[in-house]
């Protein structure tokens, strides 16, 4: 499974970013897809999942309400829309497949995108 996350970009606070995560080769609607996030210096957290079932899981309290993961099966596509934007939400923002669709255990990772928010 070949993931590849995308749409980062530089942006003001409060501006909004659509992030994709594509596969090439493979079919997303079985597996969980997860958003995890890195800043500088800082270890990689986890953002939100959805799992196999289309249930949404949220992992980070300071994104909630601001950060939607949903999923488009006709483009074998998973987002995270980004709104309300915060110069601490800057960093690689990498997707993540469980195959199980569990959002348990990440077999595959993607390339990660840059997402950078200035003040």
């Known amino acids: 499974v070949q993931l590849q996350a995308s749409g980062g970009g530089s942006v003001q606070a409060g501006g909004s970013l659509r992030l994709s995560c594509t596969a090439s080769g493979s079919t997303l609607d079985s597996y969980a897809i997860g958003w995890f996030r890195q800043a500088p210096g800082k270890e990689r957290e986890g953002v939100s999942c959805i799992n196999r079932s289309d249930d949404r899981l949220d992992y980070l309290d300071s994104v909630k309400g601001r950060f939607t993961i949903s999923r488009d099966k006709a483009k074998n596509t998973v987002y995270l829309h980004l709104k309300s934007l915060k110069p601490e939400d800057t960093a690689v923002y990498y997707c993540?497949?469980?195959?199980?669709?569990?959002?348990?255990?990440?077999?595959?990772w993607g390339k990660g995108t840059q997402v950078t928010v200035s003040s």
């Open positions: 993540a497949a469980d195959t199980m669709g569990l959002c348990e255990v990440m077999h595959y």
